[in-house]
């Protein structure tokens, strides 16, 4: 690349290359490359024409950006619950959300866990109503036998600095709907591409899709390893959709481990402190996201009911950076103790 002064042009073989292998990978027929996954976000709400006054739905623990994105487009976030204990969104609530205004859902799959997707298109498809699957977290994860961010109608990977797949930056989105793809191109497409991932970010990323399959078998074992060896009377708990455990055709992708933790178990350390505890002790370990019903003012969203398990996790949940999991088995042996105490 360097030889051949590829990495200097707009287009060229390594985002060719990416392009194919990303289709392969997750067996979808249209790719667009893109320059982050909020972008992608964006992309994928503009493909199924979210237009100002209209609502998307979308679970009340969320990734901030997807909230910002709805409202950046002057629709309404309409926000659900998770199910109990878990980051995902409640198929049931999302049955009471759905209106005439309804133009997509936005489920994701986060720290571990995959938004129920079977549940969710049920509802989805009743109302013909798009679904966006947010797959960030979940790059090499597979859900019923297929890659995660294939199941839904559009689909979106990040290719961001923390990722799974990494190039400091850039995104794509995925779908099989020749329709949606179009107007994502035609909307990039300004005689320049307006959000552009580079040859070099593609470069990047050519080898890291190569080893995916096996790093994301490498990480679930290690969880599954670090979750046997923490002490039963940690104040940390796995937060584990059944979904997301492995059996057939479900590989769960840990871009983030997510736990509760519960300071009763710690004499009443706050969460902060126990974070800070993990830092000081070489642990990525820290709090997890806020849910967006808490930190938005209310003339920003509508809700349905009262959003008390996003609530709790907003409270409760912490989330362990993923690099660690790639580590050696007495790695996270060590990890195991730092984290029962
Ligand atoms: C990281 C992330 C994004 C956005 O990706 P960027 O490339 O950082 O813009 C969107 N959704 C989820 C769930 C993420 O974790």
Redesign the pocket.
């Known amino acids: 690349m360097l030889q051949d002064g590829s990495w200097g042009r707009y287009h060229g073989p390594h985002c060719d290359r990416l392009h194919d292998a990303l289709a392969k990978f997750h067996d979808v027929e249209h790719v667009i490359l893109c320059s ?4 992608a ?1 964006e992309l994928a709400l503009r493909s199924v024409k979210v237009q100002p006054g209209d609502e998307v739905v979308m679970a009340a623990y969320d ?1 901030r ?2 909230f910002a994105n709805v409202v950046t487009l002057q629709a309404t976030p309409v926000l659900v619950d998770t199910l109990p204990g878990v980051p995902v969104l409640d198929p049931e609530q999302l049955q009471l959300a759905v209106s005439d205004e309804t133009k997509a859902i936005i489920c ?1 799959h ?1 720290h571990g866990c995959f938004a129920g997707m079977a549940a969710i298109r049920a509802v989805a498809a009743e109302r013909g109503i798009p679904v966006i699957e ?1 797959a ?2 979940a790059a090499g994860g597979c859900l019923y036998g297929k890659a995660a961010g294939s199941i839904g109608d559009v689909g ?1 990977l ?3 600095g923390s ?1 799974l797949l990494t190039a400091g ?3 794509a989105v995925l779908t099989n709907d020749a329709t949606l793809a179009q107007r994502i191109r035609l909307y990039t497409q300004r005689g320049n591409d307006a959000y552009p991932l580079s040859e070099m970010q593609s470069a990047v990323l050519l080898p890291q899709l190569q080893q995916l399959a096996e790093r994301t078998q490498l990480r679930m074992l290690r969880v599954r390893q670090l979750l046997n060896a923490l002490p039963v009377d940690s104040p940390l708990q796995p937060a584990l959709y059944p979904d997301s455990t492995e059996n057939e055709g479900n590989v769960p992708a840990f ?1 983030k481990v997510a736990f509760h933790y519960n300071p009763k178990k710690d004499g009443g350390r706050s969460r902060e402190d126990y974070a800070a505890y993990a830092r000081q002790n070489g642990v990525a370990l820290d709090p997890a996201f806020t849910a967006l019903h808490k930190t938005h003012s209310q003339r920003r969203f509508r809700s349905v009911g009262e959003l008390p398990n996003a609530s709790a996790l907003h409270e409760e949940l912490m989330i362990l950076h993923h690099p660690v999991l790639l580590q050696s088995a007495d790695h996270i042996d060590a990890l195991a103790a730092v984290l029962g105490s």
């Open positions: 982050s996954g909020t972008v976000v990734y950006a997807n994701s986060l947010d960030c977290q979106v990040s290719f961001g990722k930056r850039g995104g871009y």
